[in-house]
């Protein structure tokens, strides 16, 4: 943790330059783009980062959304990452308690990552600045990332070795707390089955068709009753994405399912998912027709670094409450009133909101806003969950703290989450992330033994299972290649 003073010149800059952060991040909101068709929204980011002096560097992995901007010089290089694409479908007017597309059908951001985005922004340049104010060496980057959603930015970016030099990487996301978590997300692994049958007429000549979408449905009986049999903590879901056509007096000549497959560790993903190709390829057997795999994309487990994740609860310590307002209380007590009291149980669980180092209060529900800051336990949990910020942690040490942008019983991906994206105490939520962001990259910058451990806790949580990036060489951002 910086000394008081440094910190509090630190944070002070951070809420000097805090007015242009919020209007950016709203204007991000606003723009609610979409996995790598994040083009308004980067220019924006990419604007800010050369407004105040850094180096930017775009197009990084053939992703035309992406960049990296850099600023100061020599060691350590800590990273920032940030995220700015929506999600599909979830157009919803602001600060209202209902929910109300301002556009019906189109994007929003589900997962606040207007938010999360340029609050990493104002952490990486607020430490920047700071640095060279004090003739301090380090290098401060921020590492503009597209298509989270689904999309695996970070997973390209690291196959093309953006993060190859980096000595440690930050982030935050937004959530109904305040504090460290510390998780182990899972694994993921994306694949397309397309199905090719023969059309026939359903009544007069059905036994000359061959049905795709009985393929597919006879996959799915498959893959339910594989579900028993997979390892503990294993995942499996799917979308059909095709059901050929909407006559049905046809015998559809083609379908598509789309399935994920999550697993604690990568290499139980890569088993699971031969498990599900067997089942497909049984299904396509079963009915005569054929089968081609498409692989989507990937992601690879998240590797907690509890060294960073207790800097970084220590300067939250430090930095003190959220300053929310009765204001911002009143609001996310109207948004937790469209929860039932099971959806606020199971946010309180998830997240597993508890204890509070500032007051100690018991947290069940009844508060509408986390005011204070959840205990670190200094062990990971278990989250269901996947990221692509897994790879990242895979080639550097890695650390995330979350800020309550959102009302006590919000879950992700809900009209409620876009609802409370450009409200004040998302906006104060924020600016908290990015002072216990840059104040944990200048202990980094500032603290050689921090750095020492936390990469000692990397190299020996690392050392056996050397990285593999689960995305192949072949596969390029947004294409579709056939890779069984």
């Known amino acids: 943790m910086p000394d008081q003073s440094a910190l509090k010149s630190l944070t002070q800059s951070i809420d000097d330059l805090a007015p242009d952060f919020i209007s950016l991040s709203d204007e991000i909101w606003d723009l609610a783009e979409l996995k790598y068709d994040e083009y308004k929204s980067a220019d924006l980011l990419v604007g800010a980062l050369k407004q105040h002096g850094f180096a930017v560097e775009e197009g990084i992995a053939g992703m035309e959304t992406a960049f990296v901007g850099q600023y100061g010089h020599g060691k350590p290089v800590v990273a920032f990452l940030g995220e700015y694409d929506a999600l599909a479908g979830m157009s919803q007017i602001a600060d209202i308690d209902e929910q109300k597309a301002g556009e019906p059908g189109a994007s929003g951001h589900g997962c606040g990552h207007n938010l999360l985005g340029v609050g990493s922004l104002l952490a990486a340049i607020s430490l920047a600045k700071y640095l060279e104010a004090k003739g301090l060496p380090g290098t401060v980057r921020y590492y503009g990332c597209p298509g989270e959603e689904g999309g695996s930015g970070k997973t390209f970016m690291v196959r093309a070795g953006a993060f190859d030099d980096v000595d440690a990487a930050l982030t935050w996301h937004p959530a109904p707390f305040n504090g460290v978590r510390s998780t182990n997300n899972l694994a993921v692994l994306e694949y397309y089955y397309r199905f090719k049958g023969t059309a026939a007429h359903a009544s007069n000549a059905a036994h000359l068709g061959r049905s795709a979408l009985d393929a597919v449905e006879l996959m799915n009986v498959g893959v339910n009753f594989l579900r028993e049999h997979m390892p503990q903590d294993c995942r499996v879901h799917y979308a059909i994405t095709d059901a050929g056509g909407r006559a049905a007096n046809v015998v559809q000549a083609k379908a598509e399912v789309l399935y994920l497959v999550r697993a604690p560790e990568m290499s139980q993903a890569l088993a699971l998912a031969e498990r599900v190709d067997q089942v497909a390829?049984?299904?396509?057997?079963?009915?005569?027709?054929?089968?081609?795999?498409?692989?989507?994309?990937?992601?690879?487990?998240?590797?907690?670094?509890?060294?960073?994740?207790?800097?970084?609860?220590?300067?939250?310590?430090?930095?003190?409450?959220?300053?929310?307002?009765?204001?911002?209380?009143?609001?996310?007590?109207?948004?937790?009133?469209?929860?039932?009291?099971?959806?606020?149980?199971?946010?309180?669980?998830?997240?597993?909101?508890?204890?509070?180092?500032?007051?100690?209060e018991k947290i069940d529900g009844s508060t509408p806003l986390h005011t204070g800051l959840r205990a670190f336990e200094g062990h990971s949990h278990f989250r269901a969950g996947s990221t692509d910020v897994g790879d990242v942690s895979r080639v550097t040490p890695t650390a995330q703290c979350?800020?309550?942008?959102?009302?006590?019983?919000?879950?992700?991906?809900?009209?409620?989450?876009?609802?409370?994206?450009?409200?004040?105490?998302?906006?104060?939520?924020?600016?908290?992330?990015?002072?216990?962001?840059?104040?944990?990259?200048?202990?980094?910058?500032?603290?050689?033994?921090?750095?020492?451990?936390?990469?000692?806790?990397?190299?020996?949580?690392?050392?056996?299972?050397?990285?593999?990036?689960p995305i192949p060489d072949h596969i390029m951002p947004g294409t579709d290649c056939s890779v069984k």
């Open 402 to 469: 979350w800020a309550p942008t959102w009302a006590i019983g919000t879950n992700p991906h809900t009209w409620q989450v876009v609802a409370q994206g450009r409200s004040p105490a998302a906006h104060k939520a924020m600016v908290h992330a990015a002072k216990a962001l840059a104040s944990t990259g200048l202990d980094l910058a500032t603290s050689p033994e921090l750095l020492a451990s936390a990469r000692e806790e990397w190299r020996t949580t690392t050392q056996n299972e050397p990285y593999a990036c």
């Open 281 to 360: 390829r049984g299904a396509a057997m079963m009915t005569g027709t054929e089968v081609e795999i498409v692989f989507d994309t990937a992601a690879s487990n998240l590797l907690p670094n509890l060294t960073l994740e207790n800097a970084i609860h220590e300067n939250l310590i430090a930095i003190g409450p959220v300053p929310f307002d009765e204001a911002d209380i009143d609001f996310a007590r109207k948004i937790q009133a469209t929860f039932t009291p099971e959806a606020i149980r199971s946010s309180i669980e998830l997240y597993q909101i508890k204890g509070d180092v500032f007051s100690n």
